[in-house]
T-cell receptor
Framework: AQSVSQHNHHVILSEAASLELGCNYS??????LFWYVQYPGQHLQLLLKYFSGDPLVKGIKGFEAEFIKSKFSFNLRKPSVQWSDTAEYFC???????????FGKGTRLHILP | EAQVTQNPRYLITVTGKKLTVTCSQNMNHEYMSWYRQDPGLGLRQIYY???????DKGDVPEGYKVSRKEKRNFPLILESPSPNQTSLYFC??????????????FGPGTRLTVL
């Protein structure tokens, strides 16, 4: 079955630390990839997306992600996190550019001030 | 302001009492979708709709119904709610071909408790 795996369920970092959140998907065909963020008490917002072209995608708030097709991965990175990045992060995939979208289970990120 | 609205935001009900959660978007989006969010399980798609009168099952459709009679509205119906449907529900919409081609915009969520 198609699935999305996020390796870290809970990550705690200090401000200014570098961040990398892992995401792997289990589908061999063409995919579109997304990272969404949910700040405490708020709804989901799109951070960035990959449809085609340059596999290094830049999003809002200094986030970026790299699509590595051979590894079925789409890891999220930020060189220096801030306290305001405390949130839950979801990786998502639309297999075969389908109408359905599959979300990972989320990674809860906590930044210590 | 472009937005997706859901009502109610919070609901406590009892097993078996039919309920409807409304979802409305003002962006003229073709695609709308419902998700439930549970701790440790992330978001799971319940139903989605590519356009008026077109609906399809997501990954967890059991116990839910939807309808799409108008483009802007996509209500979620629980005919006979059960405690395992206690969850946080999100409605979302996007233009054109849905999440594979366009960004989804999410509503604020509805927290449902079924006793």
């Amino acid at each position: 079955a198609q699935s999305v795996s996020q390796h870290n369920h809970h990550v705690i970092l200090s401000e200014a630390a570098s961040l990398e959140l892992g995401c792997n998907y289990s589908y061999g065909g063409t995919v579109n990839l997304f990272w969404y963020v949910q700040y405490p008490g708020q709804h989901l917002q799109l951070l960035l997306k990959y449809f085609s072209g340059d596999p290094l995608v830049k999003g809002i708030k200094g986030f970026e992600a790299e699509f590595i097709k051979s590894k079925f991965s789409f890891n999220l990175r930020k060189p220096s996190v801030q306290w305001s990045d405390t949130a839950e992060y979801f990786c998502a995939v639309t297999p075969n550019r389908d109408d359905k979208i599959i979300f990972g289970k989320g990674t809860r990120l906590h930044i210590l001030p | 302001e472009a937005q997706v609205t859901q009502n109610p935001r919070y609901l406590i009900t009892v097993t078996g009492k039919k309920l409807t959660v409304t979802c409305s978007q003002n962006m003229n989006h073709e695609y709308m979708s419902w998700y439930r969010q549970d701790p440790g399980l992330g978001l799971r798609q319940i139903y989605y709709s590519m356009n008026v009168e077109v609906t399809d099952k997501g990954d967890v459709p059991e116990g839910y119904k939807v309808s799409r009679k108008e483009k802007r509205n996509f209500p979620l119906i629980l005919e006979s709610p059960s405690p395992n449907q206690t969850s946080l529900y999100f409605c979302a919409s996007s233009a054109g071909g849905g999440p594979s081609t366009d960004t989804q915009y999410f509503g604020p969520g509805t927290r449902l408790t079924v006793l």
